[in-house]
């Protein structure tokens, strides 16, 4: 570049600027507008360059991905406060972000993959990773058909599978604290979260719904659940209804129309609308606002449940006939798998909910007692498994467990008042709510000694992050709770799951009220 003297003078407004819409006066080294704010100020040339064309696509309407580069400062502006993650310790002040401008899709896989680079990982290893162990708390990606969809030859993967590719890098992404505290071009999670929602944005905004877009779009949730923003993620799984239910995916009819491939299609598409489903149902319980309308409708009672993570990665479904024809309404059979088991616990939870809400006590409460009831002997049934092959079961515990916490915290929310619901008072109904809750409590405890003792030491885990907020509620029973002399944990009962919780920071990085 030639000397500060001898500069052209910009012919556009600085990025600073630009961002915040700001009248820039174009000046060298800094524009007055960055003096006065001490702020950094970049002029960025947009250049265009042919990309890459396909075989059906005429090349000469292809253009590249415009990029501006965003520094944390403004990042600020850009991104809404409730949305921003906390940038870990170990992040540089200034994390470059490359925020895509599409003139057309053809190249959002390029994108991608210097996105996924720029982490310091590799694909097939942020992929492996994935299915080895999220996959099997939401299997609603066929392995089969999502490698298929990256490997096909004489095309680049399409616009939708690469945004899939990137939400996917994104749920199991454990950045290197070396490499970020010394290599600029490594971005950390914000980052990485801030380019998949904006690529996903601008894909969504122009591409029809389909299955990966919409499944892009619940991983997408599920991270900003499982990172202590559940009323963001409530947002977020919204938009994913309106695209499934655009798609037609919950329509089960769907089922005797297809067969071979397609077939495994519908049965991943099935498997999504009930990832949806659940998914809001655990987000709205962390909301607290049970009386606002979900975007989802609950299947009846007798659709098929939908089918487990090892049948999907298979893909051996030619027919009818290899598919168990289980309704979700069959709770006490025994050979449901753990999928299944987390469709029927949000089918209970669901019922919870609409529970809640009832104006009048004398109706509410005997209906949530029977649902407790329900509720617990569903419990038995997921415990009753050998623990050597129960953790396809996690997500399902965990709703299950989470409905409990739900029912019975609202009870113990109740304003004081005098009733008389079957005979008992309000008070007689609380102290059953804190016995239930002291059970599931000491439960929650057992399990985190068990698991605490398995998790890997990497950093890496098999959890739902679902299970983190029973924790979490747990805790917080602990520190409501009335005390009238009667304590049924140990001292070191609450430092255990604190203990556990801070073991989970680096794959969820869950704030703390």
């Given at each position: 570049m030639?000397a500060d003297?001898h500069r052209t003078r910009?012919?556009?407004?600085c990025?600073?600027?630009?961002?915040?819409?700001?009248?820039c006066?174009k000046?060298?080294?800094?524009?007055?507008?960055c003096?006065?704010k001490?702020?950094?100020?970049?002029y960025?040339?947009v250049t265009?360059?042919?990309?890459?064309?396909?075989?059906n696509?005429d090349?000469?309407?292809?253009?590249?991905i415009?990029r501006e580069?965003?520094?944390a400062?403004?990042?600020?502006?850009?991104?809404?406060?409730?949305t921003?993650?906390p940038e870990?310790v170990?992040?540089p002040?200034?994390?470059t972000?490359?925020?895509?401008?599409?003139?057309?899709?053809?190249?959002?896989?390029l994108?991608v993959?210097n996105i996924?680079?720029?982490?310091?990982?590799?694909?097939?290893?942020?992929?492996?990773?994935?299915?080895?162990?999220?996959h099997?708390?939401?299997p609603?990606i066929s392995?089969?058909r999502?490698?298929r969809?990256l490997?096909a030859?004489?095309?680049?993967?399409?616009?939708d599978s690469s945004?899939?590719?990137?939400t996917i890098?994104?749920?199991?992404y454990?950045p290197?604290?070396?490499?970020?505290?010394?290599a600029?071009?490594?971005?950390g999670?914000?980052?990485?979260?801030?380019?998949a929602?904006?690529l996903l944005?601008q894909?969504?905004?122009?591409?029809?719904?389909s299955?990966?877009?919409?499944q892009?779009?619940?991983l997408?949730?599920?991270?900003?659940?499982?990172?202590?923003?559940?009323?963001?993620?409530l947002?977020?799984?919204?938009g994913c209804?309106?695209?499934?239910?655009?798609a037609?995916?919950?329509?089960s009819?769907?089922?005797?129309?297809m067969?071979?491939?397609s077939?495994?299609?519908?049965?991943?598409a099935?498997?999504?609308?009930?990832g949806?489903?659940?998914s809001?149902?655990?987000?709205?319980?962390?909301?607290?606002?049970?009386e606002?309308?979900?975007?989802?409708i609950l299947?009846?009672?007798?659709?098929?449940?939908?089918i487990?993570?090892?049948?999907l990665d298979?893909?051996?479904?030619?027919s009818?006939?290899?598919?168990?024809?289980i309704?979700?309404?069959?709770?006490?059979i025994?050979?449901?798998g753990?999928?299944?088991?987390a469709?029927q616990?949000?089918?209970?939870?669901?019922q919870?909910l609409?529970?809640?809400?009832?104006p009048?006590?004398?109706t509410?409460?005997?209906?949530?007692?029977s649902?407790?009831?329900t509720?617990?002997s569903?419990l038995?049934?997921?415990?009753?498994?050998?623990?050597?092959i129960?953790?396809?079961?996690c997500t399902?515990?965990?709703?299950t467990?989470?409905?409990?916490?739900?029912l019975h915290?609202?009870i113990?929310?109740?304003?004081?008042q005098?009733?008389?619901?079957?005979f008992?008072?309000l008070?007689?109904?609380?102290?059953?709510?804190?016995?239930?809750?002291?059970t599931a409590?000491?439960?929650?405890?057992?399990m985190?000694?068990w698991h605490?003792?398995t998790?890997?030491?990497?950093?890496?885990?098999?959890t739902s992050?679902?299970h983190?907020?029973?924790?979490?509620?747990?805790?917080k029973?602990m520190?409501?709770?009335?005390?009238?002399g009667?304590?049924?944990w140990s001292?070191?009962?609450?430092?255990?799951?604190?203990?556990?919780?801070?073991?989970?920071?680096h794959?969820?990085?869950?704030?703390?009220d």
């Open positions: 030639a003297g910009p012919t556009q407004a990025l600073t600027c630009k961002t915040r819409k700001k009248k006066n000046g060298l080294p800094s524009c007055s507008y003096i006065l001490d702020l950094e100020c970049r960025v040339s265009r360059r042919r990309a890459y064309a396909t075989p696509t090349s000469s309407t292809h253009t590249t415009h580069i965003l520094t400062e403004t990042l600020d502006d850009l991104a809404p406060p409730r921003t993650l870990p170990t992040t002040k200034k994390t972000l490359y925020r895509p401008l599409f003139e057309c899709f053809d190249s959002v896989h994108e993959q996924i680079r720029s982490t310091g990982e590799f694909v097939d290893d942020l992929t492996a990773r994935y299915f080895r162990n999220f099997g708390h939401l609603i392995r089969t999502f490698q969809s490997t030859t004489g095309a680049p993967p399409s616009a945004i899939l590719l990137l890098c994104l749920i199991v454990l290197n604290p070396e490499l970020l505290s010394r600029g071009d490594t971005i999670r914000q980052s990485l979260y801030l380019a929602k904006t944005a894909v969504q905004g122009c591409l029809q719904p299955i990966p877009l919409i892009a779009c619940l997408l949730a599920t991270y900003e659940y499982a990172n202590g923003r559940p009323e963001v993620a947002v977020t799984i919204a209804a309106r695209m499934a239910y655009a037609r995916i919950h329509d009819r769907r089922h005797n129309m067969n071979g491939d077939r495994l299609e519908v049965e991943e099935t498997n999504t609308w009930w949806i489903v659940i809001e149902r655990a987000f709205i319980c962390e909301v607290g606002d049970f606002q309308p979900m975007a989802t299947p009846a009672g007798d659709t098929r449940l939908p487990e993570r090892e049948k298979r893909g051996d479904l030619l009818l006939d290899s598919t168990p024809n309704p979700v309404s069959c709770l006490a025994t050979s449901i753990g999928f299944g088991r469709a616990a949000s089918c209970l939870l669901d919870v609409k529970g809640l809400v009832i009048d006590l004398t509410r409460l005997p209906l949530l007692e649902l407790d009831r509720i617990q569903f038995a049934v997921i415990l009753s498994h050998n623990p050597d129960a953790w396809p079961y399902a515990l965990a709703v467990v989470r409905a409990l916490f739900t915290g609202a113990l929310n109740i304003p004081q005098v009733i008389s619901a079957n008992r008072s008070e007689e109904w609380k102290k059953s709510s804190i016995a239930a809750l002291d409590t000491t439960m929650v405890n057992d985190v000694k605490y003792s998790l890997p030491s990497d950093g890496t885990n098999d992050p679902i983190i907020y029973v924790v979490r509620a747990s805790i029973h520190h409501t709770r009335p005390y009238n009667d304590y049924p001292e070191r009962a609450e430092n255990e799951l604190q203990l556990y919780l801070d073991r989970l920071q794959q969820w990085v869950v704030s703390y």
